[in-house]
């Protein structure tokens, strides 16, 4: 599950960190997703952070919004390198880092007010199937906050690993299937850095707001695939392998996807 998350060969795990090394919020709308919290109007919520990869995420929930987050992520350096990056940011008495896999810990934790799954795709299967394992983690009534793309209307579909993805007005009844409501969507926009809920509570676009942009993050990924392969000569295959995937992927995401952060408020 780690190395289909982060699109790897498990043979490169060891390198994750490494390789990924440029990108603290691993391609994560951080902005997006905490103002789209912060519009809830949540004073004392408890939040969930599902994957949480370095946690760049929980961390600006608990500095800009002062709540407590619980980030559970199954790949165990990101644990350790989340635990260190709320320290330096000095929200490590709101932020707890667990090593765990979500796909079970469902049930064994309190439920929260709001849980989030920020750019981990279909790690969890398709989208419904994704909700409907994320809804568990919070109570009836509560947030589910879902970090993820759409297709652009009549683009190519057989992009590997994408094969689950549709376009906006075919992904939202599939986030509807368990009945919740469909609370919040924020759209990206380029030319916009801000990220903002409009009165209503329904649309606004927002950019990334993680302080890379998106086409530099596959030109910083090779540059570490790079250096590594050079260091590691026996392992250049894969890491060409994988350096061709990420170009081509983040072309793809380019070309053909939108970002966008959905709020889903449980049933």
């Known amino acids: ?45 408890t939040v969930v952070d599902l994957g949480s990869g370095k946690g760049a995420v929980s961390i600006a929930i608990a500095r800009e919004l002062g709540l407590a987050v619980h980030g559970i992520e199954l790949f165990e350096p990101f644990v350790n390198s989340s635990r260190e990056a709320a320290e330096m940011a000095g929200v490590a008495d709101r932020c707890l880092f667990s090593h765990g896999d979500i796909m079970e810990m469902a049930g064994s934790i309190d439920v929260a007010d709001v849980a989030v799954f920020a750019a981990l795709g279909d790690v969890l299967g398709p989208l419904d199937v994704t909700v409907g394992i994320l809804r568990q983690y919070v109570r009836p009534g509560g947030f589910v906050v879902i970090n993820d793309c759409c297709l652009r209307e009549g683009v190519d579909v057989s992009f590997p690993g994408f094969e689950h993805y549709d376009t906006l007005e075919n992904t939202r009844p599939l986030l509807t299937a368990f009945g919740d409501e469909l ?12 990220s903002e809920l409009r009165g209503d509570g329904r649309r606004e676009e927002c950019g990334d707001g993680t302080g890379v942009e998106q086409e530099d993050e596959g030109a910083l990924i090779v540059a570490r695939a790079q250096e ?40």
Do not use: C, H
Not at 183 to 194: C, G, R
């Open 1 to 45: 599950m780690i190395a289909y998350a982060l699109e790897m060969d498990p043979e490169l795990l060891p390198f994750a960190p490494e390789l990924l090394s440029d990108l603290g919020a691993l391609g994560s709308e951080v902005d997006a997703i905490v103002a789209a919290i912060g519009a809830l109007g949540l004073d004392s919520a």
């Open 183 to 194: 609370y919040a969507e924020i759209l990206e926009n380029e030319l916009d850095d801000s």
């Open 228 to 267: 590594l392969a050079r260091r590691y000569p026996e392992k250049e295959p894969l890491l060409r392998e994988f350096m061709d995937s990420q170009v081509a992927e983040y072309e793809y995401l380019e070309q053909s996807t939108i970002d966008v952060v959905w709020v889903l408020r449980r049933s």
